[in-house]
């Protein structure tokens, strides 16, 4: 007969404020310790400047842009779709969903974002929940395996393994995917795709529902996690936190609800919310996202247009020449459409003079494109606004007054990529 | 109470400051004539109107033009949903206007980049370093007299890549210039 017993936490705040308060009366000699750019618990190339006193922090000053490529200058050289190739390194856990955001961006730019086909929006939709998925299950695999935790590793990326293999079948590229077209997506779904992503959501919940037991009720998880890395919600909103770090602190708001794009108005589906703000509620949180993306998926490919195989050939795209290629077998033969395949590739579509701004749900939060056109086919700037570059902006705050060993604990939970930060 | 009410409302409190709000793409724009007020402007929005969040700040090199720099301001209220636009300009001689960090803590960072890519600088900010590029690196970035290339720097091999080969094809040119070397913005000095 086994006995419950319950955890005793304490209250979170009043813990980080006594910490703090604490490190006034000590004050010995302080340590300075570098931490990256080259770390595994960093992530990719995040160099933290930790000051300790004993193995408590005191300062915590994070130095990025050890991966920048000068992506918004690559942008202003070249046609909009040109640029797309490019959006697959922002976030390169989450390819798709960075092709998807980028789309919709200039969709809107050009005025055609409300009259993209059905199908192709909700191809859109199933992409995106796939990257929400594989990014979620990368970023809890990795931040319970710096936490110790070697098994919910092995099981994610076991998962992830298959959502690659999906993409591939779809995209023809595993990681870089550059699956979407400005006005559509590069392609239909290959027959009997969405019947393998459905074998896939079956699969996944299983090892969701594995990760969960191995994870949410383990005391050693818990006692990592729990009270640790305290984000308040108003300290959240004034950070401009977003995504899952935004919602664990239990601030409700969900670009996908609160700004709906694509086919989001017609699906249903919860946006889980934390109570504390601590590291254990952000991994709840993006532990009931995958569930939720799950449920969106089978909501889509129970209501995609046309049926899993499109058999009444319903279109993915915009059917305007002067903005997505026409296809082939027409150029080499139509007047018309060799102009329009002629002046796409050579000078790209004329895009009216204009601002735009469009923020789309990104698993790590809101990647925003701001785009300011001068008219022509290429933008005059482009500013990218990545949710892991504002989420880390919180650390030199969030780190003082915990210990050394929560810093790993503090980063996996905040869930950032590199690539995306430095743009 | 909408976004385009508010944006009149803010017209209301600072008068000739503000332009009229402009609608274009579903999204409200506001001009605001001094720079050196945005500090107002912000609390004032974030404190009456509800604009609580602060999504982006980004900035626009008018390179020919006068005043050269426009800085963008994005401001979300996360319980009204409403969402605004605030821009300024700054003049290429002053480079300079007010932080935010008083009154949004996430301007710290936006603002480190803006200085670091098109070297505004923003007074009263606490830690006005580079963030992506490195200390002591000489030029600014994203400024459109920089060119695609790079150019070389104290330490060698780094920020310089070799002139991309789409170099001189019809898709690099951008719109503005009478002839196409005009429009290059890789080929242009700040000399010519």
Known sequence: MSEVQPIDFKDPAA?????????????????????????????????????????????????VG??????????????????????????????????????????????????????????????????????????????AMDVGALTVFLLTFTEREKIYNLCESLTGARFTTSYTRIGGVSRDTPPGWCAAVRKFLNEVVVNIAEMETLLTRNKIWVDRTRDVGVISKEQAIDYGLSGPNLRGSGVD?????????????????????????????????????????????????????????????????????????????????????????????????????GEIYFGHENPKGELGFYIHSRGGGTPYRMKIRSPSFVNLSILSALMPGHMMSDTVVILGSLDFVMGECDR | MTALEQANQL???????????????????????????????????KAELGFNYLVDISSLDNYGEDPRWTVVYHLRGLASGCELRLKTNVSEEKSELPTITNVWRTADWHEREIYDMMGIRFRGHPDLRRI?????????????????????????????????????????????????????????????
């Open chain 1, 253 to 353: 708001y969900d670009l996908r609800k609160a700004q709906p794009y694509l086919c989001y108005p017609d699906l249903q589906f919860d946006v889980p919310l934390g109570s504390v703000g601590d590291c254990y509620d952000r991994y709840l949180v993006r532990m009931e996202e995958m569930r939720q993306s799950v449920r969106l998926l089978h909501q889509c490919l129970d209501k995609i247009p046309g049926g899993p195989d499109n058999q009444s050939k319903e279109p993915v795209n915009v059917a305007d020449g002067k903005i997505f290629l026409p296809p082939k077998n027409k150029v080499l033969s139509g007047m018309e459409e060799l102009i329009h395949q002629f002046m796409l590739v050579t000078q790209g579509m004329n895009v009216p003079p």
């Open chain 1, 66 to 143: 050890y991966l920048h490529r000068g992506d918004e200058k690559i942008a202003e050289n070249m046609t909009y779709t040109q640029f797309i190739p490019y959006t697959d390194r922002l976030d390169y856990l989450a390819p798709m969903a960075n092709n998807v955001a980028y789309a919709l961006a200039v969709e809107k730019l050009l005025g055609i974002h409300d009259k993209l086909p059905p199908r192709c929006q909700y191809i859109r939709v199933i992409c995106a929940e796939l990257a929400r998925i594989s990014s979620h299950l990368l970023g809890l695999g990795a931040f």
């Open chain 1, 15 to 63: 813990q980080v404020a006594a910490a703090v308060e604490e490190l006034q009366d000590m004050q010995g000699e302080k340590m300075v310790l570098n931490m990256g750019p080259s770390h595994p618990a960093t992530h990719g190339v995040l160099r933290i400047v930790l000051e300790l006193d004993g193995e408590l922090i005191t300062r915590a000053v994070p130095d």
């Open chain 2, 132 to 192: 992506l590029m490195w200390e002591g690196y000489p030029y600014f970035p994203l400024r459109k007299d920089f060119p695609l290339g790079g150019k070389p720097t104290q330490i060698p091999e780094v920020a310089f890549t070799q002139t991309a080969p789409l170099e001189g094809g019809p898709f690099v040119t951008a719109p503005g210039g009478k002839d196409a070397v005009e429009r290059e913005p890789r080929v242009r000095t700040p000399e010519n």
């Open chain 2, 11 to 45: 017209k209301a409190k600072f008068g000739d400051l503000i332009s009229e709000p402009a609608v274009a793409h579903g999204e409200i724009t506001i001009h605001l004539a001094d720079a050196e007020k945005i500090g107002d402007v912000c609390a004032f929005a």
